[in-house]
């Protein structure tokens, strides 16, 4: 697969804010050894988003946040939570990005997700260090087995966590597809090609909502995989302040599978059909 966006005639760009931060994809010409070559923009905002938890058929479950954090390095600090209840099932991700050049892009330099099953127990805590080259499957906390790693590339193009931001180019209407990887961490930890597409669109209330469907490759496997895996999806709004809307993501494997929604907009819209 390519590690750059399939691009197509480009249309007026939209004003939006991601899940965490307002940027765009590039793809570095020549990376350093140990680092990734996706390049975001600086983040023009910095802060909180409210959002909430609902399931597939548009019921709240719970909270979530979503915050954008720069430190006194400069280094963007980005934060996801979202909740089932109160101690409940959970998922938390972060990531931090380093400034690079005089333009202010930022390169990723870490990123982490750990989940919580519905008795609350970490199902193992995923790390992925572009600067070591490692990435690294966590246990559940009960049981007494070492982490799973896998190496990186060199010119590594994993993202599991700012999604969003590879996702602007087809918002923009700049790309029909874009490849990248993410890390699984299921029976071990390997590295799984990926592409995401604009899926639909549809007007609601007088504002363009934009579907992003991401996909796992699974290679000669991926005919009987399909039936299995859920339905990944991001949206967006040209309309709103920002057009990050939601996503919809499984809490953990074989976990159950939720919507992250933006406040202001109603969780029904999003249901699976």
């Known amino acids: 697969m390519s590690a750059s966006p399939r691009s197509r005639a480009p249309r007026a760009r939209l004003p939006w804010i991601g899940l965490f931060l307002i940027g765009s994809v590039a793809w570095a010409a020549v990376p350093a050894a140990g680092e990734s070559v996706v390049r975001l923009r600086p983040p023009s905002l910095l802060g909180a988003l409210d959002a909430d938890t609902y399931d597939l058929e548009g ?16 280094v963007v600090e980005m934060r996801s939570l979202s909740m089932i209840g109160e101690g409940g099932a959970s998922q938390e991700v972060r990531a931090k990005l380093q400034p690079v050049g005089d333009d202010g892009e930022l390169r990723l330099l870490y990123q982490q997700s750990e989940s919580h099953d519905e008795q609350g127990r970490s199902l193992g805590l995923m790390k992925i ?3 070591r080259r490692v990435a690294e ?20 193009r994993v993202v599991n966590v700012p999604l969003n931001l590879l996702f602007e180019p087809l918002v923009d209407g700049e790309a029909e597809e874009v490849d990248f990887q ?5 029976a071990g930890a390997r590295l799984v090609d990926a592409t995401a597409k604009v899926e639909h669109e549809l007007d609601e209330a007088g504002r363009r909502l934009v579907e992003v469907r991401y996909e796992l490759d699974f290679g000669l496997l991926s005919p009987l995989a399909a039936p299995f895996m859920p339905r990944l ?15 919809r993501i499984p809490l953990f494997s074989k976990g159950p599978t939720v919507m992250v929604v933006r406040q202001g907009f109603d969780g029904s819209v999003f249901s699976a059909p």
């Open 233 to 247: 999806s991001f949206w967006f709004d040209d309309k709103a302040a920002g057009s990050w809307v939601g996503h």
């Open 137 to 156: 499957c966590g246990v559940p906390e009960w049981l007494d087995d070492d982490p799973a790693e896998v190496k990186l590339p060199t010119r590594d």
């Open 129 to 131: 260090d572009h600067r």
């Open 59 to 74: 019921r709240r479950l719970g909270d979530a946040e979503l915050s954008v954090l720069r430190n006194e390095n400069g």
């Open 182 to 186: 993410i890390l699984l961490c299921r």
